[in-house]
């Protein structure tokens, strides 16, 4: 199993430019989820869905758009981006939680490094 | 909303030389605390789950365990391959909604 994995690694945009950050997993995950790290801060939550179809927002959203067509993939877009937006970018999937079944662990991919001049 | 603060931020050690990093956390209703690895350019690798005050889990070196306010990771006899940045995270809701801290780096030398 490949895991989680993340393309590109490396991505410079121009303010404005748009692009996708592509995420697939092969562990047959329903949860998968889009975080951003920056220096001094933890983990952000920006979009997550719970299956193919499904999303919603996290703490983080604006600027940022998601979709859910297959169990597999789960693309982040930026639809204009903006310095704010350099960061780095870490997608990661679980199996399905629900309150009565507890939290599984998060797999992550090895993120994009995001630069946006 | 949830808080979660870890402490030291950053934390060297001499190879051998056991310690503590901290996790508080501030929840209402926990339903999970995870403890995370994450080396230079790799994304964050799992390391425990704790659900309930009183909980302990081992690997290794680690041992994680968790009260009704706080987490502790302990380090018994670090190696300078333990080196990494140590992530804390609460759960509180369904879906896998996580909050994490910022992190403890830990660096431990020869």
């Known amino acids: 199993n490949a895991g989680v994995t993340q393309t590109p690694k490396f991505q410079v945009l121009k303010t404005g430019q748009s692009m996708t950050l592509q995420c697939a997993q092969d562990?047959?995950?329903?949860?998968m989820s889009w975080y951003r790290q920056d220096p001094g801060m933890g983990l952000r939550l920006i979009h997550y869905s719970v299956g193919a179809g499904i999303t919603d927002q996290g703490e983080v959203p604006n600027g940022y758009n998601v979709s859910r067509s297959t169990t597999e993939d789960f693309p982040l877009r930026l639809l204009s981006a903006a310095p704010s937006q350099t960061s780095v970018y870490f997608c990661a999937s679980s199996l399905r939680t629900g309150a009565q079944q507890g939290y599984s662990p998060l797999h992550f991919g090895n993120g994009t490094r995001l630069t946006v001049t | 909303e949830d808080q979660v603060t870890q402490s030291p931020e950053a934390l060297r050690l001499q190879e051998g030389e056991s310690s503590s990093l901290n996790c508080s956390y501030t929840?209402?209703?926990?339903?999970?605390l995870f403890w995370y690895r994450q080396d230079p350019g790799k994304g964050p690798e799992f390391l425990f789950t704790?659900?309930?005050a009183g909980e302990e889990k081992e690997k290794e070196r680690l041992k994680a365990t968790l009260t009704k306010k706080e987490s502790f990771l302990h380090i018994t006899a670090p190696k300078p391959e333990d080196s990494a940045t140590y992530l804390c995270a609460v759960g509180t809701g369904a879906n896998s909604k996580l909050t994490f801290g910022k992190g403890i780096t830990l660096s431990v030398r020869p």
């Open positions: 562990m047959n995950h329903e949860y």
């Open positions: 704790l659900y309930s």
């Open positions: 929840v209402s209703g926990l339903r999970g």
